[in-house]
C-alpha cells in the first residue's frame, strides 16, 4: 500500500490457521465449525486483516473500530480482544493469530 493511502476494506472472504471469515455474510468457521462473532468481532478482525503485520495500538483500534474521540478507556479493547481470541485462538492464552506487542498493542500474524 502507498504511503498516505487509505486502507481498502477487507477482504468478502479471509482464510488464516483453521479460521475462515466471511465479512459479507458475517459467518465464520473454526475447523468447518461456525462460531459465533458480534459485529464487533467482525470489525476488530476486519481491522487487523487490513494492518496485518503491523502494531496497531488500543488507541487505534479504539478510534477505528469504536470511533471513540474521547479518552479512551483500554479495558475495553483488551475484554474484546480476549473474547475474539478464546474464539478463533487453539490456544488463546498462548495467541498465534492475534500477538500482544507489550507496552504498544497488538499485531495480527493471520
Not at 474521547?70 to 498465534?96: C, G, Q, W, Y
Amino acid at each position: 500500500r502507498a504511503k498516505g493511502a487509505a486502507a481498502a476494506a477487507p477482504p468478502e472472504t479471509y482464510r488464516f490457521g483453521d479460521v475462515c471469515i466471511d465479512f459479507k455474510r458475517h459467518e465464520a468457521r473454526k475447523d468447518g465449525e461456525a462460531i459465533e462473532l458480534s459485529p464487533r468481532e467482525f470489525q476488530l478482525l476486519g481491522y487487523f486483516i487490513q494492518h496485518r503485520g503491523e502494531i496497531v495500538t488500543r488507541e487505534k483500534l479504539l478510534d477505528a473500530v469504536w470511533d471513540y474521540n474521547a479518552i479512551p478507556f483500554t479495558r475495553t479493547v483488551d475484554m474484546h480482544i480476549a473474547k475474539l481470541r478464546k474464539k478463533i485462538e487453539d490456544n488463546p492464552s498462548d495467541p498465534k493469530h492475534i500477538v500482544t506487542v507489550h507496552r504498544l498493542g497488538y499485531k495480527f500474524t493471520g
